[in-house]
């Protein structure tokens, strides 16, 4: 006979046991603060909106689909020998109606409501309101930070404060927000759920997002994109506070002689992969940097994106950029000998160079501005009076002129005659 310290539990106390942990866990969870959907940004309310909105739609089906499965499992087990049994049954339409009627009436609702909310809450739209009942005043200036995605780090420049932050981001309440993001490698995702929703950053490109906070808080964002060995440490603090203080904190970093200053040196030291830097603050900002990181051309002597493309378009270099590849090359890690060939080139490929880009700053155009005005209706999930995005033109007047052929140019013919010189020689 075992001794009475051993002998097992009864199954019903070890069930008991189990199902009373399973609910303190619950209780442990209903302590959680949902961001999502209960955020300080009018953008990530009517996300959070959505969300609910799309769940009680979908419960229509899921519930009454989960309640007739314990029904039927019920009423048609073996041991109920009353329940009717006709095995020859192969059709219903009433029952037909109701299985396809219910789910295509709740498809139809959820595609309408996505098709707005996707073009209302738009990143590239401009903020037409700060909360649901107060919009946005006409002569309202938003706040411009340019992010930009480092291994494994974030970089905020504030082009109107004329400073920059590592790993930290401060937005005043009540004022709209404007992000140009961009990446200096690969792929990540910015994102602060109290905010708004989550937008790409990539390299060679920018995104944008327009957003607004309505009440100060001290919140976190991170990367939502898997980005290499530091991408769990990729976090940024986060702190929306009152314009006032905004202004004493922008005035702070400004005022203070002893910071760092970030200019395309600083910003190539900083661009190295590294994990868990601290906050960073720079009291002055290399005025065309952020331009330059979009551009891929911080390196000195680096040939920037748009002059390639510029150059795409009136028809390539011909034999004339043979020898121009070496100023053209693009690797992340390997940009000594970019570098190398940059800081020393012979004769022919200073000639060139100085050929190209004098050609370059010739061509008109600039980067298309994709912002999307908001809707003249303010109320959510609406969006009366607004145009979707794909009915732009995919140009704007400067690509489109510079897409069209021109007519010869005593500087054109001239260049033209340098560039056979350069490729007899």
Not at 300 to 324: F, Q, V, W, Y
């Amino acid at each position: 006979m075992r001794p009475p310290e051993s002998r097992p539990k009864p199954r019903h106390l070890t069930a008991l046991a189990r199902a009373l942990a399973a609910l303190s866990m619950t209780g442990a969870l209903s302590a959680c603060n949902t961001v999502v959907l209960n955020p300080a940004g009018d953008v990530a309310r009517q996300q959070g909106d959505l969300v609910v909105i799309s769940t009680l739609l979908m419960l229509l089906i899921i519930v009454p689909v989960m309640a007739a499965t314990v029904i039927f499992a019920w009423r048609y087990r073996a041991s109920n020998k009353e329940a009717t049994y006709e095995p020859d049954w192969d059709h219903s339409t009433q029952l037909e109606l109701l299985i396809w009627t219910a789910p295509l009436l709740i498809i139809i609702c959820l595609g309408a409501l996505t098709w707005v909310t996707t073009h209302l809450l738009d990143p590239y739209r401009t903020i037409g309101r700060i909360d649901a009942n107060t919009p946005v005043a006409a002569n309202a200036k938003p706040l411009e930070v340019e992010v930009v995605a480092l291994d494994w780090k974030w970089l905020f420049i504030y082009p109107e404060q004329g400073v920059a932050t590592v790993n930290e981001l401060v937005v005043p309440t009540g004022r709209p927000l404007q992000f140009k993001i961009t990446s200096s490698s690969v792929m990540n995702s910015f994102y602060v759920p109290a905010m708004a929703g989550q937008i790409y950053a990539m390299p060679g490109m920018e995104t944008r997002l327009h957003a607004v906070v309505n009440k100060p808080i001290e919140t976190v964002g991170f990367s939502a994109n898997y980005s290499g060995a530091g991408f769990s440490n990729m976090r940024f603090a986060t702190h929306a506070v009152t314009e006032a203080d905004f202004a004493k904190w922008a005035a702070g970093v400004k005022a203070n002689k002893t910071g760092p200053a970030l200019d395309r040196a600083a910003y190539l030291e900083l661009e190295k992969p590294s994990e868990k830097v601290p906050v960073i603050r720079y009291a002055t900002v290399a005025p065309d940097l952020y331009d330059a990181i979009v551009d891929m051309c911080v390196e000195p002597g680096k040939m920037c994106m748009s002059e390639m493309m510029a150059l795409d378009a009136r028809g390539g270099l011909g034999k004339a950029g043979i020898r121009n590849v070496e100023m053209l090359a693009y690797d992340k890690h390997g940009r000594e000998a970019v570098a190398k060939a940059n800081a020393t080139p012979n004769a022919a490929v200073q000639r060139e160079l100085a050929w190209v880009r004098a050609l370059c700053r010739q061509m008109p155009g600039s980067a298309p501005d994709n912002t999307v005005k908001a809707p003249a209706n303010l109320r959510s999930l609406t969006g009366a009076g607004m145009a979707a995005p794909q009915s732009l033109p995919l140009f704007g007047k400067d690509e489109q002129a510079l897409a069209q052929p021109k007519a010869e140019s005593p500087v054109a013919v001239n260049d033209a005659a340098h560039s056979s010189q350069i490729s007899r020689n």
